[in-house]
């Protein structure tokens, strides 16, 4: 979990307070963090190796990354809810960094230099919501067709006086032995002498409120 420091655009550690949900997860305001805390958030992801290279180098693309480890781009997906029609706009978007010769790679930054031209990006779909059949068709890619794709769901919060990030990964499914942060922030906010505000029913305030 990852509190968004408003004063400076950023990802940092969260402080104790109350939680609150928000309504949903604005996707502007999502790429503006990524573009400005990717290694924190990278690190959340559990993939640190990935490497932020650009924000919107081309119409379609919402992020392109590294992948030191794997040396690979990858194409990265950013919107409110993930629909058939999301999917295939990052497909299409995977398609046409994949198209791109060895100048044009490193047009766009240097670290691509490392990728094999024509070789087929992973891709990941962040989004507040996912649609199941959308996931479904993402999971029937993966298993009988070999593309590489996850999806992230990112949620969010209010925390005392401060905004928080939060990612579950939706597909592939988490190992069940795992812990879930996703799971610790829901029994936070069904624990009420935690001073916790939900979006759907009673509450109590956060402190300072």
Do not use: K, Y
């Not at 997906?77 to 299409?92: D, F, N, P």
């Not at 999971?139 to 996850?150: D, F, I, P, T, Y």
């Not at 769901?153 to 795992?178: H, I, K, M, N, Q």
């Amino acid at each position: 979990m990852l509190r968004i420091d408003e004063s400076s655009n950023t990802l940092v550690a969260p402080q104790a307070g109350g939680l609150v949900t928000e309504v949903s997860t604005d996707r502007q305001e999502l790429l503006g963090l990524l573009a400005s805390s990717w290694e924190a958030f990278s690190s959340e992801l559990g993939q640190p190796s990935l490497r932020f290279v650009a924000a919107e180098p081309v119409p379609g693309l919402d992020i392109l990354a590294f992948d030191e480890q794997a040396g690979r781009a990858v194409v990265v997906q950013v919107t409110e809810e993930v629909e058939l029609a999301e999917l295939g706009r990052g497909l299409a978007a995977a398609a046409q960094v994949a198209s791109w010769d060895d100048a044009a790679l490193a047009a766009v930054h240097e670290s691509l230099t490392a990728t094999v031209p024509g070789d087929s990006p992973q891709v990941l779909l962040l989004a507040g919501g996912f649609d199941p059949v959308a996931v479904a068709t993402v999971a029937w890619l993966v298993r009988r067709h070999g593309v590489e794709l996850s999806c992230f769901a990112v949620s969010f919060l209010r925390f005392g006086a401060e905004r928080l990030l939060t990612v579950r990964r939706e597909f592939p499914p988490r190992d069940v032995s795992a812990p879930d942060p996703a799971a610790e922030v829901q029994r936070l906010l069904g624990e009420p002498a935690l001073g916790v505000m939900t979006t759907g029913g009673s509450s109590t305030p956060p402190p300072g409120a």
